[in-house]
């Protein structure tokens, strides 16, 4: 199911579990942005959500879409299910609908450790350096996949990938 940003409003507006669980997952995934810039960034983003997302929320895929690449912001798995293997469905998903583009995907910094082997066993492809940090000084690794080959390059602070 996906969220327009009028779906967004509208649980704001409300003061729906179900905004204030945007904003979590959204904290979660960008360690150490200010409210304000998590929910500006809210109203920006596409997300993909599960079924029935007002009533229980389940899982949250916050991406935007950049020339050929669909640029994951946020992959957020509520605590209860994070063992049921929902990541790795919505990521393979999300592979499955994405044509003749790249899948990129920034991890923060703190949480690459648990997350590598995670996007490595998903056939995502990611060199060892980091971005520049953001304007609040957090760094992310990028990992890429498309379902043509893809060619990373680093430059000045920043990975580009190219299929």
Request: proline share 1%; hydrophobic share 40%.
């Amino acid at each position: 199911m996906t969220l327009t940003s009028k779906d967004i409003l509208e649980l704001k507006q409300s003061g729906s579990k179900a905004y204030e669980t945007l904003v979590k997952a959204y904290s979660e995934c960008l360690i150490g942005v200010s409210k304000e810039y998590l929910e500006d960034l809210i109203l920006k983003q596409e997300h993909i959500v599960n079924d029935n997302f007002a009533e229980s929320q389940v899982y949250i895929v916050g991406y935007c879409v950049i020339e050929n690449t669909r640029l994951i912001n946020i992959l957020y798995v509520e605590k209860a299910f994070r063992t049921d293997g929902l990541a790795s469905y919505v990521i393979e998903n999300f592979q499955f609908n994405t044509q003749d583009s790249i899948v990129q995907i920034k991890v923060h910094k703190s949480l690459i450790q648990k997350l590598d082997h995670f996007y490595d066993r998903l056939g995502f492809l990611f060199l060892n350096v980091f971005d520049a940090p953001d304007s609040f000084s957090n760094q992310y690794k990028n990992y890429f996949w498309s379902k043509k080959q893809i060619e990373l390059n680093y430059k000045s602070g920043t990975i580009t990938a190219t299929i």
